[in-house]
């Protein structure tokens, strides 16, 4: 049985002060919910608040990237060791804007991947195919390919905390969401591949999340599928009810 894990991603949104009031809302709307693993992902400036507004909580925090090197000249860049020293558990690898905005390939997300096993995190790669190639029946090649070069020279050992975020690039911030049947699919193709690369007992124990316009009234229908281990959640982990309503599905 793998405990779903409901990740929240808020992207370039809010303030320390913001950060305070969401949680200050939402830690008593979830309070006592052990079922599900909950965190927290907020932009870099905000870990600090957030790491203080959920301590003595069930609820993680984790950071949106991480460098491949500890430390050096990498303007703009934050490495293992500084979210290490915050206190961050979980780190997203590989989201799509990172890919479709700010030149992140499957080769950096296996760089960064690598970093951030290596250094204890639990980290939540996102992988995913866009319209273009769902349209042209691509999507399953897609998602094959971005795993074997996600987790190329990564041991299954080494790998023992990783999570995988299954995100349709054209369901995410878009309102559309992938079916539950459509994301069970596309899941058992991960799952498929994650057994060849790591082995049977690995992808039995894998938790592969759904996201892309995960919202209140259809959290339910995807948490149902098997093959659905949890949710990444954009704009509808920004509202603490929203949030929370999710996570209680
Ligand atoms: C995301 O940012 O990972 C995401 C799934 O966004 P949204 O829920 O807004 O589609």
């Not at 990564?154 to 790998?159: D, P, V, Y």
């Not at 349709?168 to 690369?197: Q, Y």
Request: hydrophobic content about 45%; aromatic content about 8%.
């Amino acid at each position: 049985m793998r405990k779903k894990l409901i990740a929240a991603n808020w992207k370039m949104y809010k303030t320390p002060d913001q950060t305070r009031d969401f949680f200050r809302e939402f830690l008593p709307l979830v309070a006592g919910h052990t079922r599900d693993e909950i965190v927290v992902c907020p932009p870099f400036l905000d870990l600090p608040a957030a790491l203080e507004a959920a301590k003595g909580s069930d609820v993680g925090i984790g950071a949106q990237n991480v460098h491949w090197k500890e430390e050096g000249a990498f303007t703009g860049e934050t490495s293992t060791l500084q979210l290490l020293a915050l206190g961050i558990t979980h780190v997203i690898v590989g989201h799509s804007e990172r890919r479709q905005y700010f030149g992140e390939t499957d080769d950096t997300v296996n760089l960064r991947l690598k970093m951030a096993l290596e250094a204890g995190f639990t980290p939540i790669c996102c992988i995913g195919e866009v319209l273009e190639e769902r349209e042209a029946g691509a999507t399953d090649d897609v998602l094959r390919r971005q795993c074997t070069r996600a987790f190329h020279a990564i041991s299954a050992k080494k790998a023992a905390k990783l999570v995988i975020a299954y995100e349709p690039v054209w369901a995410i911030g878009t309102g559309k969401t992938a079916t539950p049947a459509i994301a069970a699919e596309a899941h058992a193709v991960i799952r498929n591949e994650v057994t060849r690369i790591f082995g049977e007992d690995f992808a039995a124990k894998l938790r592969i999340l759904y996201g892309g316009s995960v919202k209140p009234d259809n959290a339910a229908a995807l948490m149902a599928e098997e093959e659905i281990d949890g949710a990444l959640v954009g704009g509808a982990s920004l509202d603490p009810k929203s949030f929370a309503a999710i996570v209680k599905y």
